[in-house]
């Protein structure tokens, strides 16, 4: 057993006194399901006593962090194979990923829902000691933030963008929501594993507001057709109660976005001297708002005038006509007339 839990970095093994027990299959389940990962099993007393259990486990054995962990198999409710196999995935982890080429799909699959991010510069040995008191604060945290270090020179650059930061940012923290992306961020940085431990839990406990991200407004964001958005000015403008304001939300790389681009200049250039429509838009990979969330480009939402902070999704044909008569039907869309069934007829003809 020993030169079998030592032939890898990282083995399972289901301690079983009945292989054809139901908790057994069900460990033969998950074993099945993970097929990058080894796993064995044992059933003879002697090893029961070699590594100091007395029932049913299961236990994961690390060339790293901890040397052994064991997940004991209730024996009321039994081995449950799905939060077994998060757990294995949860604990296959290191307690601090470096953000790697290799890495980044084990971290972004793991199903963790924050991740504390430490950014630095991997040059400066510096930088590099803050990595003590950021390790020292990810054990009681395992399973629910996964601490990942990322190497501002190297492949976290390409993340950079995301967080609206520099490598110049550097050495800086950002907890994320995974969940909409929400990025949290202390007022000032301070690296010790006890202030690392207290922001984290006071944005779990939600005492911190997300950072939000905001490009500056351009000085002549509201003298074009189409109004300039930006995180900072979004509120005073999609909000005001004096107009009806129709936003695209879009990103400067989607084809879809630039597919309409031509059409939306041209609502707005059709609507410029309505006082109570504004045409807007606004880069979301550049902006953050705290209550609406983009899942995707491009994004239609119409703000009517009034009070109530009301928004409606359009969502229909990307065309000037179509948008026309959804503000000329404040805000929906004119159900279309039935269609007779001689002139069904003769379309259908």
């Not at 879009?250 to 031509?262: D, E, I, K, R, S």
């Amino acid at each position: 057993m020993a030169a079998f839990i030592d032939s890898q970095d990282l083995v399972v093994v289901g301690f079983f006194k009945d292989l054809k027990g139901e908790a057994a299959q069900a460990f033969f389940d998950v074993a099945a399901e993970m097929v990058d990962t080894t796993f064995g099993v044992a059933e003879a007393a002697e090893l029961f006593q070699a590594y100091q259990l007395s029932a049913d486990t299961v236990c994961l054995f690390k060339k790293f962090d901890e040397r052994q962990t064991n997940f004991p198999v209730d024996p009321a409710r039994g081995l449950d194979a799905a939060e077994l196999t998060q757990l294995l995935r949860v604990h296959s982890l290191q307690l601090v990923m470096e953000f790697t080429n290799e890495t980044s799909n084990q971290i972004f699959g793991a199903k963790i829902p924050h991740h504390m991010l430490l950014f630095l510069n991997k040059s400066s040995p510096e930088q590099l000691s803050l990595r003590d008191g950021f390790r020292a604060a990810a054990g009681g945290f395992r399973g629910e933030v996964l601490f990942v270090v990322v190497d501002v020179t190297g492949h976290g650059a390409d993340v950079l963008p995301f967080f609206g930061m520099t490598a110049a940012d550097a050495p800086t923290l950002r907890l994320v929501k995974m969940e909409g992306n929400r990025k949290y961020r202390m007022e000032q940085d301070n690296f010790s594993d006890s202030a690392i431990r207290t922001f984290i839990q006071a944005v779990l406990d939600g005492k911190v507001k997300p950072h939000l991200l905001s490009a500056e407004p351009p000085e002549d964001w509201d003298t074009r057709p189409v109004k300039v958005l930006v995180g900072k000015t979004f509120e005073q403008v999609a909000f005001d109660e004096t107009k009806n304001v129709f936003v695209k939300f879009y990103a400067p790389w989607c084809p879809h976005c630039q597919a309409m681009a031509a059409a939306w200049e041209e609502l707005a250039e059709r609507y410029k001297d309505r006082e109570d429509i504004v045409i807007a838009e606004m880069d979301s990979t550049a902006n953050e708002l705290e209550n609406i969330t983009i899942h995707g480009y491009p994004t239609l939402h119409y703000f009517p005038a009034g009070p109530g902070r009301k928004m409606i999704e359009f969502k229909s044909n990307r065309d000037v006509e179509t948008f026309s008569k959804f503000l000329e039907n404040g805000g929906t869309l004119p159900e279309e007339p039935p269609v007779s069934g001689v002139r069904a007829a003769l379309l259908a003809g």
